[in-house]
Structures are given as C-alpha cells and as structure tokens.
C-alpha cells in the first residue's frame, strides 16, 4: 500500500534563494517524470518552481499547455507544504538574473546541493533546458523520494476534462466486464525509430527505413532488424500479441482496450488479433466524434487518456518497454501492484519462430511453458532492480530500473495487493 506521508525530520519549503524554470522534452509520460523530478529538485535547491512548460517541438508537435494536460490548481495547492509553486515568473525579473543550465544525468544531492544552488550567488532563476532522468533513481534521501511519488501520484493529476472522459472510457469499458489494455506498439514512428520490420511488405520496410534516415534526432540509422527482433528490441506484432494472450489462457470474449495511436497498416495487420479476440476497443469505438472533439490534435491529450484507462484496467499488456508502458506500471505498483504482463520478447521470439517453420504447434504445450516462464512478470512485489554488474558511468545509470516504473521500497509499506483479479485472470 502507499505509504508517502514525510518523516518527522522533513521540512516544509523555507524562503526561496530563486526560481526554477523548467522546460520539458519528449512525449507525456517522459514530460511528466521530469516534471516531478524539478518538483524535487526545486525542494533540494530551495528553489519557488514556476509551473514547468511543455515540449512543443518534439515529434508530437503538441500545442498543449501544463493547464490543458494537468490540473494546475491542484498541482500547486497538493505540493504547498512541499514546494512553493507559481503559474509564470514575476515581471521585475530582468533577463541579466537568468541562467539556463543543462543538468546532469542522474545526479545525487551533492551535485545539486552544491554545484546548481551555488548558482544563486550569480543568478535569480535557474533554468532547466531539458528534465528527463535528471536525479537519480537511487541513493537519495527517504524523504526526497516520497516526494517524487507525491508530485507523480498525488499532485500531477490530469486536467478535469480529461480526468472525466476517462472515467467515461472506463466505465464504458467496464459495461463489458473486466478488460485488458493493450499497450500496442506498433505505430509508424516506434517501428521505425526501432528498425523493426517482421511481418512487414518490402514496401513498408523501406517506407520505415526513409522516415529513419530523414529524422536528425535518431542517430542510428543501420539496424538488423532481424538482430532486432531475435534480441527481443522489437515491439510485438498484433498477431504475437494475439498467440500470446492465448497462451495465457485468455479466452476470445474478453474485452481488449487497444491503447495506441494509428496503428501501421491497419487492417492488414490488425486482422489477426481481431479474429482471435472480436471484442477490439479504442476511445473511438467508445466515444462519439463530439465527446472527443476536445483532444482531438492534442496528442499528448489522447495520450493522457489512454494513460488513464490503463492504469485503470483489470490487466495491463504493454507490448514494448516504452515510457507509457513503464509510466503505467509503475502507477499500478503504487496502487497495489495491479497485474501488469511484462511479456519476455527475447524468448517469446523464438517461439513464434517455431511456430512460423511448423516445429511447434499452438496448445498445451505451448501454454504451459508460456504461464510458467511468465509467472514472475505479471507485476507481483519486489524491489527496484539495480544496474547492470560490471557497467560503469552513464551506462550504469542507464541500466538501472527507472524510480518511476518501481517505487517499492520507497513509497510503497507492506499491505494488500490488487493483483489478485477477476474471472479474466489466469494465475
């Protein structure tokens, strides 16, 4: 159960040195780490956070203020005894008293106790150029840890009109009985920002490969996708996901939330999961052009939707690792480890491919070993996995657990679990 309440050692924000600004990058789910991360960071460096500003320019190309996405009010109202936050910096500042810094990756109290409050011998406001995996995931105070899960659970809800569309989304989707959200990544810029192609027309490989060369952002441009996919870095296809789901012994009936953008191909690629499992959902399947109207153009809105509804599903089924996928687990180990599958690509892979060259036919067999060798990664308890042995500098960071797809044990006691479901759970 979530225990987040602060030490009788921990003290609420005194008079600010300065102000921090922060401009986020990268799409929802990593906007909303960051933006929790510089609610920390102001409280480290004593600092009045203004109300951070949303990526603009990524490939989203969202317009979306903090006000249309999150419920201002409440974000600056639930953080006041933690810190003091403004909606825009003060007229009288002049441009002489600012300082934009590039903090470092993954950085400790000492860095920002030392080096970046230091600053405020030189500078009024301090300026965030970029908030993704800014602090560490670990080794930092109890209490600035509990924090962090208090700015990402507590304070940063969804803005009203979003909240209330997904209720509508859920309990819409509840009507049908206990549902599954499928985080199904398999839209045109994962597949080929990753190089990913199985199951793909030549024609539609070489459409990824030309929307890769011609992105500056994604530095690689080479990639096997057959390496790829044999090392488990390729989301999985409708079809896998399809064999997958029924290998776990769900049956054709139950209701699937497809939590994704456009997905590529349409139908040609869709048709496999579809016949398997007819009871396919979307926000426009459920919602009327009018009810949507509002977030439509808004990605990062939509996205926020499907966030919602995900977080809310009786069983959460992310095909890839992606922020959204790691976003949303982590908020439902906080809200008592609600059954997320983490399927293994790696080997599921191989299986797949057996079943592709006719050596292994779908059944017992193959539900058996697939239950068995996922037993331990449906979201059960456990702590935040560390880095990787032997990695060093930035590549050990890199490969730690995010704090935000595990906040146990920081923010989490001992208590009862939601991962225990409903008919639709196969244990």
């Keep these: 159960m979530p225990c987040t309440q602060p030490s009788p050692n921990y003290t609420s924000p005194?008079?600010?040195?300065?102000?921090?600004?922060?401009?986020?990058?990268?799409?929802?789910?990593?906007?909303?780490?960051?933006?929790?991360?510089?609610v920390a960071i102001a409280h480290i460096i004593n600092a009045t956070l203004v109300v951070p500003k949303l990526d603009k320019k990524s490939y989203w190309q969202d317009s979306s203020n903090f006000s249309d996405v999150f419920d201002e009010d409440h974000f600056i109202k639930a953080l006041a005894n933690d810190v003091k936050v403004i909606k825009k910096l003060p007229n009288e500042i002049g441009s002489s008293m600012?300082?934009?810094?590039?903090?470092?990756?993954?950085s400790g109290m000492d860095y920002y106790q030392e080096e970046i409050a230091s600053m405020w011998a030189d500078y009024k406001v301090i300026r965030a150029?970029?908030?993704?995996s800014r602090l560490a995931n670990n080794n930092l105070p109890p209490d600035i840890q509990k924090l962090r899960c208090r700015a990402c659970y507590e304070a940063l809800r969804f803005a009203p009109q979003i909240e209330a569309m997904g209720k509508l989304l859920v309990d819409r989707m509840r009507s049908n009985g206990p549902y599954i959200s499928l985080h199904l990544r398999y839209e045109k810029d994962m597949l080929a920002f990753s190089g990913c192609t199985h199951d793909l027309s030549p024609a539609e490989a070489n459409e990824l490969k030309t929307i890769r060369d011609a992105n500056d952002n994604w530095k690689v441009k080479d990639i096997d996708p057959m390496e790829q996919r044999s090392k488990g870095f390729c989301p999985l296809t409708p079809k896998e996901a399809a064999i997958f789901l029924c290998a776990l012994g769900y049956p054709s009936n139950t209701p699937i939330y497809i939590a994704a953008g456009e997905i590529y191909g349409g139908d040609s690629h869709m048709g496999a999961l579809q016949s398997r499992y007819p009871m396919l959902m979307r926000?426009?399947?459920?919602?009327?052009?009018?009810?949507?109207?509002?977030?439509t153009n808004h990605l990062s809105q939509l996205a926020a939707l499907d966030y919602i509804v995900s977080v809310e599903s009786d069983v959460f089924f992310p095909t890839y690792s992606g922020n959204m996928a790691r976003a949303v687990?982590?908020?439902?180990?906080?809200?008592?480890?609600?059954r997320t599958i983490s399927?293994?690509?790696?080997?599921?892979?191989?299986?797949?491919?057996?079943?592709?060259q006719g050596k292994l036919k779908e059944g017992k067999y193959l539900s058996d070993h697939v239950i068995e060798s996922h037993r331990n990664r449906q979201g059960s308890p456990r702590k935040r996995k560390g880095p990787i042995s032997?990695?060093?500098?930035?590549?050990?960071?890199?490969s730690e657990e995010a704090f935000y797809v595990n906040p146990l044990p920081d923010c989490l006691c001992q208590g009862g679990s939601r991962n225990l479901n409903t008919s639709i759970i196969i244990s």
């Design 14 to 38: 005194s008079e600010s040195r300065g102000y921090l600004l922060a401009h986020t990058n990268g799409g929802l789910n990593q906007m909303r780490a960051g933006i929790c991360d510089m």
């Design 343 to 356: 399927p293994d690509r790696k080997a599921l892979v191989r299986l797949f491919d057996k079943i592709e």
């Design 98 to 106: 600012k300082a934009v810094k590039y903090f470092k990756s993954w």
């Design 129 to 132: 150029a970029k908030t993704d």
């Design 329 to 338: 687990e982590g908020h439902r180990r906080f809200l008592g480890h609600r």
């Design 283 to 295: 926000k426009e399947n459920l919602a009327s052009s009018e009810e949507l109207e509002p977030f």
């Design 390 to 398: 032997g990695t060093k500098g930035t590549d050990r960071f890199r």
